[in-house]
T-cell receptor
Framework: KAGVTQTPRYLIKTRGQQVTLSCSPISGHRSVSWYQQTPGQGLQFLFEYFSETQRNKGNFPGRFSGRQFSNSRSEMNVSTLELGDSALYLC????????????FGEGSWLTVV | AQSVAQPEDQVNVAEGNPLTVKCTYSVSGNPYLFWYVQYPNRGLQFLLKYITGDNLVKGSYGFEAEFNKSQTSFHLKKPSALVSDSALYFCAVRDRPGGATNKLIFGTGTLLAVQP
């Protein structure tokens, strides 16, 4: 069974640009969450989608957005990139019910220059 | 608010010795607790979770964790450490916003260094 797949794995963007990251959850999983990991702030929750609806949202500015498609695949978008957005972005998936195991992908490394 | 604390930034242990990585939690209601491991330049790998039931939870790669409600702790343990266990370990608790969610709140991580 394939794990959580994230693309691209590495990317470099310039300040002011926008970026879209993609996540394919484990087959059958309906919940997809996104996290940002930085050395200074650690692991911070961005948002969670369940059956195409945003179920929870973290404390990030509106430049960070996401969506989920009918096949449970998810994308997150960051507009007007800032240097501080450089981070590892992790996607996680689960069946969606409370207590289900949450599995993470390998992440997308974003560098903003 | 839900939170977890990992009081040690780094734990050093010799190969073959038992290891413990500490985690304490603060939650309202019953906690759902998780341990993950992260190797350099990789994502998070699930090790184990506590939802309910036995206080001793067994997980992947020989790891186990002991849930202690009175001490609000969920320490990760392994009887005999391997050099390959060297990695960053995260404790996490599921948030409880009043509805269904799989949002996790993570600790700051503990770097485990196993010396040969």
């Amino acid at each position: 069974k394939a794990g959580v797949t994230q693309t691209p794995r590495y990317l470099i963007k310039t300040r002011g640009q926008q970026v879209t990251l993609s996540c394919s959850p484990i087959s059958g999983h309906r919940s997809v969450s996104w996290y940002q990991q930085t050395p200074g702030q650690g692991l911070q929750f961005l948002f969670e989608y369940f059956s195409e609806t945003q179920r929870n949202k973290g404390n990030f500015p509106g430049r960070f957005s996401g969506r989920q498609f009918s096949n449970s695949r998810s994308e997150m978008n960051v507009s007007t990139l800032e240097l501080g957005d450089s981070a590892l972005y992790l996607c996680a998936s689960s069946l969606g019910e409370t207590g289900n195991t949450i599995y993470f992908g390998e992440g997308s490394w974003l560098t903003v220059v | 608010a839900q939170s977890v604390a990992q009081p040690e930034d780094q734990v050093n242990v010799a190969e073959g010795n038992p290891l413990t990585v500490k985690c304490t939690y603060s939650v309202s209601g019953n906690p759902y607790l998780f341990w993950y491991v992260q190797y350099p330049n990789r994502g998070l790998q699930f090790l184990l979770k506590y939802i309910t039931g036995d206080n001793l939870v067994k997980g992947s790669y020989g790891f186990e964790a002991e849930f202690n409600k009175s001490q609000t702790s969920f320490h990760l343990k392994k009887p005999s450490a391997l050099v390959s266990d060297s990695a960053l370990y995260f404790c996490a608790v599921r948030d409880r916003p009043g509805g269904a969610t799989n949002k996790l709140i993570f600790g700051t991580g503990t770097l485990l260094a196993v010396q040969p």
